[in-house]
């Protein structure tokens, strides 16, 4: 199939990816009354005395905001809003029919900061959450905050957290496996960018100790003379315990993990065979990876994570995100903890058994329909140690 080709016709053929539908009759001067004027000033006036009323007497408690500047879209880089759009759609898709969540994609003309801050603030009354997409570094980390500060409702940048949650759900299953502690392995990030950075932050707290981060220009490290600024010169600090230098081969001899969110081909066959016994790779650039699966393993790699549909061990935020959201929903929790993070990321992982756990069986399939209650369940569960729970 030439999914190019065939994805353009589809799009043609249905013209958008979503509608609108009702839940509530209109076909009688008595519905009408009920669901519009003059009966619908109840729950106006019921809400205005207490805005929470809003989650029980709207669909607010199960809306999302899917949130594109359209700067940095599914490898295609910025291409702009409208031209976001048909991921955004994709997006809101996945939402409903993997997590029973209503979403709805606000794609927003400008890179200014605080301009899109201001913009997404002032709509928050309307959703139970913020999903942030395809925003680029070092922008996403700046809006993230600053949108968390001035919400009352979570706000979640998927590129970041959600691929952290389910890297950190692999690399569970994979130190499993292997017969490996988070406290003692060795990992190196290759692309420190939106994702590599939560994962990075992700990892350290889930007691992962020594990890180096590689980015075109080498080892990051304090002091580095070229390309070290903003979140990087940060990340400098708190990683590169043994103060390496070099590049990612320096970096991967004697390491048990890499994790790639970079560029294709990066990593090589004899770069594999000088890490630590039973490495571990995690090759996600998309769609061509770090190195080829088959070559990591011919080179003596235990276990093989991609970002592709068509190699076992999936890394795929569709795993996180619908379960994730619907949690928080169903939690009414003000924002996403790193206790919520690590829960969602833990209960992912529990869905292989040990008896069912090998080399190409480390996390579930994107279509195994446990995934969303499990995550739902921990989330929530986890909002509500956190104290972060309003229900």
Known sequence: M????????????????????????????????????????APCLAIQKDPAQSYELTRRWNTVAVVTDGTAVLGLGDIGPE????????????????????????????????????????????????????????????IEQKLQAA?????????QHGTAIVVSAALINALQLTGKKMEEIRVVQNGPGAA????????????????VAVDEHG???????????????????????RRLTGGLAEAVEGADVFIGTSVPGCLTADMVRTMNRDAIVFACANPTPEIDPALAKEAGAAVVCTGRSDYPNQVN??????GLFRGVLDARASRVTEGMKIAAAHAIADLIP????HSENILPLAFDSRVRDAVASAVAQAA???GVARV
């Open 2 to 41: 030439n999914y190019a080709e065939e994805s353009l016709e589809l799009h043609r053929r249905v013209r958008g990816k979503l509608e609108v539908t009702t839940r509530v009759p209109t076909d009688s001067r008595e519905a009408l009354s009920l669901a519009y004027t003059p009966g619908v000033a």
């Open 83 to 142: 031209a976001g759009m048909p991921v955004m759609e994709g997006k809101c898709v996945l939402f409903k029919n993997f997590g029973g969540v209503d979403a709805i994609p606000l794609c927003i003309r400008s890179k200014d900061v605080d301009e899109i801050v201001r913009t997404v603030s002032l709509l928050a009354g309307s959703f139970g959450g913020i999903n942030l997409e395809d925003i680029s570094a070092p922008r996403c980390f700046e």
């Open 151 to 159: 919400c009352d409702i979570p706000v979640f940048h998927d590129d």
């Open 196 to 211: 590599g950075t939560a994962i990075i932050k992700m990892l350290q707290s889930m007691g992962v100790q020594d990890i």
């Open 219 to 241: 080892v990051l490290y304090p002091g580095r003379p070229a390309g070290l600024a903003g979140h990087k010169a940060a990340l400098a600090e708190v990683t590169n315990p």
């Open 317 to 322: 935020n569709v795993l996180v995100f619908p």
């Open 354 to 357: 040990a008896s069912e756990l």
């Open 384 to 386: 509500r140690a956190d």
